[in-house]
Every structure is written in structure tokens, then in C-alpha cells.
């Protein structure tokens, strides 16, 4: 029997593809073109927008007679034993394979925001934590780690990460997002493409592009970024995910700029991202992003319309389920209506993808080879929960200690108060799978171990005596618990107050995706509880456990310490617990800034000079605590830090080293930061941008010597043409231990021409360090 060409993995991949796609009818290759959602609910409160009135109905067996692109979250829709669904899931394959005449599978999509979001797999961090560790190698182990489980029960392609940069601290998902920087979100995005597509996992980028720039912080909003904030900190996270971490998918933004929705725009999705940046994967619609073309965005009046915008722009995927991709598209181009050309592009795209996967190989099986042994899947394994409780104790930032009020004496009297303290969904954002299925099926349990901030105080100090009330709820407005909490904290000898969001959908949190908020005060009467447990007069350490920064300057100098944790997962209950005690030294830095005042927003750090505080406005933005700031419980000396003044040309490079001494008496790591500013320019530049970092791990007497390389690249930005240009002129290259402390500036003037670069800049300052003897 003759292999046909498609089958033969000793032929190159596009002649394969070639082959396969000349056999199929146009049937055949739109089926290629969407996902099928099982077992999604039409009914009240979904997981994803307007899923009540966007799910269609269709025949499963008459349907992937044709094939089937994409098979969607069969672990993320409802709780099911890993087991059993890697079975079902087998299953569903080999189904589909026999119903089709070519016998391809569906690629298998599940979300991966903070962990595989299925029953009984880790919970880890939040991206907003991942961003407070300043440890992408960290975040790469952890990608690895989510990428391994998904294979190993047969999922191909995870929904993550998130790359838009927080533009506005209301907006409901910033506990999705790795912080304000993009060079931040981009150097610590990339590690987690990298270990997830090193599993071989397809990562795929969103919200592509401009989603958090959304206007009044308002989920799906329309987008004013104007052309240089678009190009300077909206997409260099996606390119940097692209080039350096090799990212295979893309996901389309719901928003829209200047008028033109991301899913209908091919100046972005085919200009941009193939043509000037190369990519060469498929790109997929966010949830009935398509759709939204013609029901939210009314930029088409008919499904064929609809069909052909998205086409043409570049959207290769229709996710969750058929729609627009289906029956209605093969109609229009019967009709003449969209060009059959279109969907050949999207076709091919979809399968070269299958390709690589190996989805077209005749020895194709359905069981992944990753895991053969079908009775026992362990998606928390004791190597994950060491892993998540690592990056959940380097995520904890330790916002003030004025007096050294930490870490907590072994035997005090601690009173915890809070409505976060008892409750171990505190610990969670909104994409893991308790709070973003379970839910709507009270009925299960959590499926991990979640311990929460009290159990684990408890556990962290057993001479202590610990007592607890809950004082009020997150949101609820009722302060009928006050008394009793005031009662409690007032016995103690410190009151550890434990506040801040609870995550969820559309409103049902406050925090996550449809939960933004008028301004950044505390949600409900937290604030208020705040206030009378600190006029007891008995020390208070404040503990919050947020999916965004709140404002705090109205107990600013009256709190014995603050600690500031995003969401930080299944261990973040020890990690938290272990700071208060010191058994963990903090080592957390701002991924956001911390505001003083709850209004005045939007503000990020990102600011030119009338961004900042002046004579021109009442109203002064600048932060509690900075980007980039946090305390540790040991000292670190900066020492040789002034870099010599250099002149060097625009297309120059110059070192700048230090060294960094911990001074104290336990071991810890200092965050070094490497900020640019640029004086004069041809169009206003931020103050100060991040372009560089290191974290050093330093035993106690330990010093090592850290050496950034800039290169003139990275000074970089988009000129009143639309250029992206190196000027020549003044730098001042600022190493700090935040955005606002400066510990030393080397000044180097850049000569010769204007010079444009392109997208083979360089993206990253690379840093290394040596040990210092004596």
C-alpha cells in the first residue's frame, strides 16, 4: 500500500500540507477552521462573555464527519477525575479520526493562565505574582511544569499567557497580567512560553493587542492608545514572547483601536505580525471573539460579512465553537462571497500547525506517548506544590516594616482578622479551576489542598497563641462583624489584618476578568475594619491578598507593616505565613505601582514629565510605593556604583557594573534594576523606563558583581514618523532598587545619525554577574 505524500513525515512540511490541502473539499478545510465547546452551558452565568447567547447547537457525529479543528477545554468545562478525562479525551480523538475521511484529529486547547485549569491540578501564582518575583528562569520551570501535565493527559495548545501591560489598575484583569513594564512583562512572558513550547505545548499569546488599554478600565472598551504608546508598550511583549520564546499561536484582542476591532484589522494581524515580524503560526479567536464583529462591535451586518472580515484579517480559528466559520462560510463562498483563497491561507496555516504536532503522521495514536499509564494521572504532584510554593514565597512583597514589627516573636499573642484570612479561595485568581468552574458545582470539592493564611500561621507558629474573627465580608457592606474583631485584635499583641478580592466573572468578584471597579479603594467595608482595628492602638500588620493594587496612603505611618501578595496560589496560605514568621525572607518586588490616593487613575509609572506631580494640577499620581520596590529582611550595601560617563555612537554598546554586598545577618536576594532616561527627545519619553534586571540570591557576607551590557537598541522608540529610531543625544542609565530610588547613574552620549531599527533589534540587556572574594 502507497503512503500518501501528507503522510509521509520524511517530506518537508509544506509539501505535505500541499498535498493534503489539494485532496479536500471545502467542506473538509473549514471544518480545519473552528473548535467545538462540549458541554459548554447556555444557560445564566458562563466563563466567557455573552457564552449564553453565542453557543449554538449542533449534530456531533454529523459534524466531525469533516474533520474537526480544535476540540475545546474538555478538562476546563466541568470537573472530571484527570483519569477519566484523559480517557474521554482518547476517546473523542479516535472518534473523530475514524469519522473523517483523512482520519485527523482535533488539536486539544485548554486555559493555562495560573496552572492548568482542570479538577485537582496545581493552583500556582497568578501572572501578577510571576511579574513580583523578577525570576523569569523561575517562571520558565513552572511553564515546563504546566506544560508536562497537559501533554501528558493529550492536550496540545495552552491559552496563555497574558501579555497586555497594566494601563489602568482598575481594570478587572490585571491579576492576569505579569505588571506595568513591558519590558517586565515581556523578559518574564518569554520564560513562560519558553517552558511551555520546551514541553511541546503551543502557547499562544493574548490579548493581541491592546486589551488593557481599554478606556475607563472597562472590560472590552474601546482602545485610545495612540501610535507610540501602541508601539512602545503595548506590543513589545509580543514580540519578545515571539522571538525569544518562540511562541506557535496568537490569540486576537476583543477591543478595538481607533474604530477597527483587532479581529477584523490586517494591518495588525497579517502586516504586523507576519509580514514585519515573521510569524509563521496560526492565529485564534479570543471566545466568539468573531462573532462580536457582527453582535457587539457592528462592523458587519451579515454572518458571511462577518466570516470574511475575520478571514481577511488573519484569523485563522474560531473558538470556543463553530459559528461564523461553519455552514455560513462555506455558503458565502459558494456564494462568491469570501474567496476560497482565504480559507486555503487559514487552512494551511491550521494544519502545518497539526504537522508539527504530529497530528498527520500515520502512526498517530490518541493516547499521549507523555504518560502511558492511563489509571494514574497526578496533576498536583509533590514536585509541582515545591515548585508553586517557591514562586509563591518569592512573590510576597514586604511593602513597609517600619519599626521591624516583623517577623512575628514565636510565642506573641497574634489576633488575625479579615475576610481573606479563613478562606482558601483567597488564594486564587479567577482562571483557576475553583474559582472559574467550581463554582457552579458547590456540590464538588476543591480537588487540592489550599491552605489558608490562618491554618497556616497556626502551623507556623505553634507556641503562638492565634485567634481569629472574620470582621466583614469582601464586598458585603455590612459591619455588624466590627465589634468582635475590634474585641479580638484589642487582646492581642500584634493583629495581623488579612484583606482584599475575591476573584471571579463578570461581576460575581472584585477581581477578574468583567470585575473592574470605579476606583481603587479596598472592596466593601474592609477599609473601614481597617480603620478601627488600627485605632485599638495593638500593632497592626497588613496583609493583603489582591488581584490589583489598592490605595493605602490613608494608613500610611500608622501600620506596624505592610505585605502585599498577588493571588499567589494553592501554597500561598505557608508562603504568606512564612514571611510573618521569617522563615521566609521577603523578596518580592512591585510588579505595579501602589497608589496613595484611591482616584486620579489611570497612572502607571510610565509617565512623561506632565505625567508626574507639578505645580500645573492639584492632583499629585505619585505612588505610595513604586514599581519595583520591596523590603527584605536582611541589608544589602550597593558599592562602585556610578558607572563612568562615555560617549559612544548610536549604534553603540556600554557596560555598567556593580556590586552588590548582603550586609546582614541571614541570606537573601536584591533585585538590581536598570532604568533608562532620556532628557531631550523628538517626541516626550516616559521619566524612567525599566530596560534591565537582576536577582541575586546572597548568602550573609556575600557579594557578587553584576555587569549590565546595554546596547543602543534598547534606547529605542517610535519617532513622529511612525519610525522606530535611536537618537542621538544625552542618556542617563539609572541602577536602583525601584523605579524612585535611584542608587547610582552613568551618563553616556550617543553620536553620529538618526538610525532606525527594525525587527531584528535587540530586545534585552544582558546581565552577568561573578563572585567577589575578600
Same mark, same amino acid.
Given at each position: 500500500?502507497?503512503?500518501?505524500?501528507?503522510?509521509?513525515?520524511?517530506?518537508?512540511?509544506?509539501?505535505?500540507?500541499?498535498?493534503?490541502?489539494?485532496?479536500?473539499?471545502?467542506?473538509?478545510?473549514?471544518?480545519?477552521?473552528?473548535?467545538?465547546?462540549?458541554?459548554?452551558?447556555?444557560?445564566?452565568?458562563?466563563?466567557?462573555?455573552?457564552?449564553?447567547?453565542?453557543?449554538?447547537?449542533?449534530?456531533?457525529?454529523?459534524?466531525?464527519?469533516?474533520?474537526?479543528?480544535?476540540?475545546?477545554?474538555?478538562?476546563?468545562?466541568?470537573?472530571?477525575?484527570?483519569?477519566?478525562?484523559?480517557?474521554?479525551?482518547?476517546?473523542?480523538? @479516535?472518534?473523530?479520526?475514524?469519522?473523517?475521511?483523512?482520519?485527523?484529529?482535533?488539536?486539544?486547547?485548554?486555559?493555562?493562565?495560573?496552572?492548568?485549569?482542570?479538577?485537582?491540578?496545581?493552583?500556582?501564582?497568578?501572572?501578577?505574582?510571576?511579574?513580583?518575583?523578577?525570576?523569569?528562569?523561575?517562571?520558565?520551570?513552572?511553564?515546563?511544569?504546566?506544560?508536562?501535565?497537559?501533554?501528558?493527559?493529550?492536550?496540545?495548545?495552552?491559552?496563555?499567557?497574558?501579555?497586555?501591560?497594566?494601563?489602568?489598575?482598575?481594570?478587572?484583569?490585571?491579576?492576569?497580567?505579569?505588571?506595568?513594564?513591558?519590558?517586565?512583562?515581556?523578559?518574564?512572558?518569554?520564560?513562560?512560553?519558553?517552558?511551555?513550547?520546551?514541553?511541546?505545548?503551543?502557547?499562544?499569546?493574548?490579548?493581541?493587542?491592546?486589551?488593557?488599554?481599554?478606556?475607563?478600565?472597562?472590560?472590552?472598551?474601546?482602545?485610545?492608545?495612540?501610535?507610540?504608546?501602541?508601539?512602545?508598550?503595548?506590543?513589545?511583549?509580543?514580540?519578545?514572547?515571539?522571538?525569544?520564546?518562540?511562541?506557535?499561536?496568537?490569540?486576537?484582542?476583543?477591543?478595538?483601536?481607533?474604530?477597527?476591532?483587532?479581529?477584523?484589522?490586517?494591518?495588525?494581524?497579517?502586516?504586523?505580525? *507576519?509580514?514585519?515580524?515573521?510569524?509563521?503560526?496560526?492565529?485564534?479567536?479570543?471566545?466568539?471573539?468573531?462573532?462580536?464583529?457582527?453582535?457587539?462591535?457592528?462592523?458587519?451586518?451579515?454572518?458571511?460579512?462577518?466570516?470574511?472580515?475575520?478571514?481577511?484579517?488573519?484569523?485563522?480559528?474560531?473558538?470556543?465553537?463553530?459559528?461564523?466559520?461553519?455552514?455560513?462560510? &462555506?455558503?458565502?463562498?459558494?456564494?462568491?462571497?469570501?474567496?476560497?483563497?482565504?480559507?486555503?491561507?487559514?487552512?494551511?496555516?491550521?494544519?502545518?500547525?497539526?504537522?508539527?504536532?504530529?497530528?498527520?503522521?500515520?502512526?498517530?495514536?490518541?493516547?499521549?506517548?507523555?504518560?502511558?499509564?492511563?489509571?494514574?494521572?497526578?496533576?498536583?504532584?509533590?514536585?509541582? @506544590?515545591?515548585?508553586?510554593?517557591?514562586?509563591?514565597?518569592?512573590?510576597?512583597?514586604?511593602?513597609?516594616?517600619?519599626?521591624?514589627?516583623?517577623?512575628?516573636?514565636?510565642?506573641? *499573642?497574634?489576633?488575625?482578622?479579615?475576610?481573606?484570612?479563613?478562606?482558601?479561595?483567597?488564594?486564587?485568581?479567577?482562571?483557576?479551576? %475553583?474559582?472559574?468552574?467550581?463554582?457552579?458545582?458547590?456540590?464538588?470539592?476543591?480537588?487540592?489542598? &489550599?491552605?489558608?493564611?490562618?491554618?497556616?500561621?497556626?502551623?507556623?507558629?505553634?507556641?503562638?497563641?492565634?485567634?481569629?474573627?472574620?470582621?466583614?465580608?469582601?464586598?458585603?457592606?455590612?459591619?455588624?462583624?466590627?465589634?468582635?474583631?475590634?474585641?479580638?485584635?484589642?487582646?492581642?499583641?500584634?493583629?495581623?489584618?488579612?484583606?482584599?478580592?475575591?476573584?471571579?466573572?463578570?461581576?460575581?468578584?472584585?477581581?477578574?476578568?468583567?470585575?473592574?471597579?470605579?476606583?481603587?479603594?479596598?472592596?466593601?467595608?474592609?477599609?473601614?475594619?481597617?480603620?478601627?482595628?488600627?485605632?485599638?492602638?495593638? %500593632?497592626?500588620?497588613?496583609?493583603?491578598?489582591?488581584?490589583?493594587?489598592?490605595?493605602?496612603?490613608?494608613?500610611?505611618?500608622?501600620?506596624?507593616?505592610?505585605?502585599?501578595?498577588?493571588?499567589?496560589?494553592?501554597?500561598?496560605?505557608?508562603?504568606?505565613?512564612?514571611?510573618?514568621?521569617?522563615?521566609?525572607?521577603?523578596?518580592?518586588?512591585?510588579?505595579?505601582?501602589?497608589?496613595?490616593?484611591?482616584?486620579?487613575? %489611570?497612572?502607571?509609572?510610565?509617565?512623561?514629565?506632565?505625567?508626574?506631580?507639578?505645580?500645573?494640577?492639584?492632583?499629585?499620581?505619585?505612588?505610595?510605593?513604586?514599581?519595583?520596590?520591596?523590603?527584605?529582611?536582611?541589608?544589602?550595601?550597593?558599592?562602585?556604583?556610578?558607572?563612568?560617563?562615555?560617549?559612544?555612537?548610536?549604534?553603540?554598546?556600554?557596560?555598567?557594573?556593580?556590586?552588590?554586598?548582603?550586609?546582614?545577618?541571614?541570606?537573601?536576594?536584591?533585585?538590581?534594576?536598570?532604568?533608562?532616561?532620556?532628557?531631550?527627545?523628538?517626541?516626550?519619553?516616559?521619566?524612567?523606563?525599566? &530596560?534591565?534586571?537582576?536577582?541575586?540570591?546572597?548568602?550573609?557576607?556575600?557579594?557578587?558583581?553584576?555587569?549590565?551590557?546595554?546596547?543602543?537598541?534598547?534606547?529605542?522608540?517610535?519617532?513622529?514618523?511612525?519610525?522606530?529610531?535611536?537618537?542621538?543625544?544625552?542618556?542617563?542609565?539609572?541602577?536602583?532598587?525601584?523605579?524612585?530610588?535611584?542608587?547610582?547613574?552613568?551618563?553616556?552620549?550617543?553620536?553620529?545619525?538618526?538610525?532606525?531599527?527594525?525587527?531584528? @533589534?535587540?530586545?534585552?540587556?544582558?546581565?552577568?554577574?561573578?563572585?567577589?572574594?575578600?
Amino acid at each position: 500500500m502507497t503512503t500518501a505524500p501528507w503522510r509521509d513525515p520524511a517530506l518537508p512540511a509544506a509539501a505535505r500540507v500541499d498535498d493534503l490541502l489539494a485532496r479536500m473539499t471545502l467542506e473538509e478545510k473549514t471544518a480545519q477552521l473552528y473548535g467545538v465547546w462540549v458541554g459548554a452551558d447556555t444557560d445564566g452565568d458562563g466563563v466567557a462573555p455573552h457564552q449564553h447567547d453565542m453557543t449554538t447547537d449542533y449534530d456531533w457525529d454529523e459534524l466531525i464527519t469533516r474533520g474537526l479543528g480544535q476540540l475545546t477545554r474538555s478538562f476546563g468545562t466541568a470537573p472530571v477525575d484527570p483519569a477519566l478525562g484523559k480517557r474521554a479525551l482518547a476517546r473523542a480523538q @479516535r472518534r473523530i479520526a475514524e469519522a473523517s475521511r483523512f482520519g485527523i484529529p482535533a488539536v486539544a486547547h485548554e486555559e493555562c493562565l495560573a496552572g492548568f485549569t482542570a479538577w485537582r491540578a496545581t493552583a500556582y501564582p497568578v501572572p501578577l505574582a510571576w511579574g513580583a518575583t523578577f525570576d523569569p528562569p523561575l517562571v520558565e520551570e513552572m511553564g515546563r511544569r504546566i506544560g508536562r501535565d497537559l501533554r501528558s493527559v493529550g492536550v496540545h495548545q495552552g491559552l496563555a499567557p497574558v501579555l497586555d501591560v497594566v494601563r489602568d489598575p482598575r481594570w478587572g484583569r490585571v491579576e492576569e497580567t505579569i505588571g506595568e513594564d513591558p519590558y517586565l512583562v515581556g523578559t518574564v512572558g518569554a520564560a513562560y512560553v519558553r517552558g511551555l513550547e520546551s514541553a511541546g505545548v503551543v502557547a499562544t499569546l493574548k490579548h493581541f493587542a491592546g486589551y488593557a488599554s481599554s478606556a475607563g478600565a472597562r472590560n472590552l472598551a474601546p482602545v485610545r492608545a495612540g501610535t507610540r504608546e501602541f508601539a512602545d508598550v503595548t506590543l513589545p511583549p509580543f514580540e519578545m514572547a515571539l522571538r525569544e520564546g518562540g511562541a506557535r499561536s496568537v490569540m486576537a484582542a476583543y477591543t478595538e483601536r481607533d474604530g477597527v476591532p483587532a479581529s477584523a484589522d490586517p494591518e495588525l494581524l497579517t502586516e504586523l505580525l *507576519r509580514e514585519e515580524w515573521g510569524f509563521t503560526g496560526t492565529v485564534v479567536a479570543d471566545y466568539f471573539g468573531i462573532g462580536f464583529l457582527q453582535t457587539l462591535h457592528r462592523v458587519a451586518g451579515t454572518p458571511a460579512e462577518t466570516a470574511r472580515l475575520a478571514l481577511t484579517a488573519g484569523i485563522d480559528v474560531e473558538l470556543p465553537t463553530v459559528k461564523y466559520y461553519g455552514e455560513e462560510l &462555506i455558503a458565502a463562498v459558494r456564494a462568491g462571497q469570501v474567496p476560497e483563497d482565504l480559507v486555503d491561507r487559514a487552512a494551511r496555516r491550521v494544519l502545518l500547525q497539526k504537522c508539527e504536532l504530529g497530528l498527520l503522521d500515520e502512526d498517530w495514536r490518541p493516547e499521549p506517548a507523555e504518560s502511558a499509564d492511563a489509571e494514574r494521572v497526578d496533576l498536583d504532584s509533590a514536585a509541582n @506544590r515545591a515548585l508553586a510554593r517557591r514562586l509563591a514565597e518569592e512573590s510576597v512583597v514586604l511593602l513597609d516594616n517600619p519599626d521591624g514589627l516583623l517577623p512575628l516573636p514565636p510565642d506573641t *499573642r497574634v489576633a488575625v482578622v479579615g475576610p481573606r484570612a479563613a478562606d482558601a479561595l483567597a488564594m486564587l485568581g479567577c482562571y483557576s479551576f %475553583p474559582s472559574h468552574v467550581l463554582t457552579h458545582h458547590p456540590e464538588v470539592e476543591l480537588g487540592i489542598e &489550599i491552605p489558608t493564611v490562618l491554618e497556616s500561621l497556626r502551623a507556623e507558629l505553634p507556641d503562638a497563641k492565634v485567634t481569629f474573627a472574620e470582621g466583614c465580608g469582601v464586598s458585603d457592606p455590612d459591619p455588624a462583624g466590627f465589634e468582635e474583631a475590634v474585641a479580638t485584635a484589642a487582646a492581642a499583641d500584634v493583629c495581623v489584618a488579612v484583606l482584599g478580592d475575591r476573584a471571579g466573572l463578570f461581576g460575581r468578584g472584585t477581581s477578574g476578568e468583567g470585575c473592574d471597579v470605579a476606583d481603587l479603594r479596598l472592596p466593601g467595608v474592609q477599609a473601614e475594619l481597617l480603620d478601627a482595628l488600627v485605632a485599638t492602638g495593638v %500593632p497592626v500588620v497588613l496583609v493583603l491578598l489582591t488581584g490589583r493594587p489598592y490605595a493605602l496612603g490613608r494608613w500610611h505611618g500608622r501600620l506596624g507593616a505592610v505585605v502585599q501578595a498577588f493571588f499567589p496560589g494553592e501554597e500561598g496560605g505557608p508562603a504568606v505565613a512564612g514571611v510573618l514568621s521569617g522563615r521566609v525572607n521577603p523578596s518580592g518586588r512591585l510588579p505595579v505601582s501602589v497608589p496613595r490616593e484611591a482616584g486620579g487613575q %489611570p497612572w502607571t509609572y510610565l509617565q512623561p514629565p506632565l505625567g508626574l506631580a507639578g505645580e500645573v494640577s492639584n492632583l499629585d499620581p505619585t505612588p505610595l510605593y513604586p514599581f519595583g520596590h520591596g523590603r527584605s529582611y536582611t541589608a544589602f550595601a550597593w558599592e562602585d556604583v556610578d558607572g563612568p560617563d562615555a560617549e559612544i555612537g548610536t549604534d553603540g554598546a556600554y557596560d555598567l557594573a556593580l556590586t552588590v554586598r548582603n550586609t546582614g545577618d541571614r541570606a537573601g536576594a536584591e533585585v538590581v534594576q536598570l532604568y533608562l532616561h532620556d532628557p531631550v527627545a523628538s517626541v516626550t519619553r516616559p521619566d524612567v523606563r525599566l &530596560i534591565g534586571y537582576r536577582r541575586l540570591e546572597l548568602a550573609p557576607g556575600e557579594a557578587r558583581r553584576v555587569t549590565f551590557r546595554f546596547h543602543t537598541d534598547l534606547s529605542a522608540f517610535t519617532d513622529r514618523d511612525g519610525r522606530r529610531v535611536v537618537e542621538p543625544g544625552l542618556l542617563e542609565l539609572r541602577l536602583g532598587t525601584s523605579s524612585a530610588d535611584v542608587r547610582g547613574t552613568a551618563r553616556v552620549r550617543l553620536t553620529g545619525p538618526v538610525r532606525e531599527v527594525g525587527p531584528d @533589534r535587540r530586545l534585552r540587556c544582558e546581565t552577568d554577574e561573578t563572585e567577589v572574594t575578600g
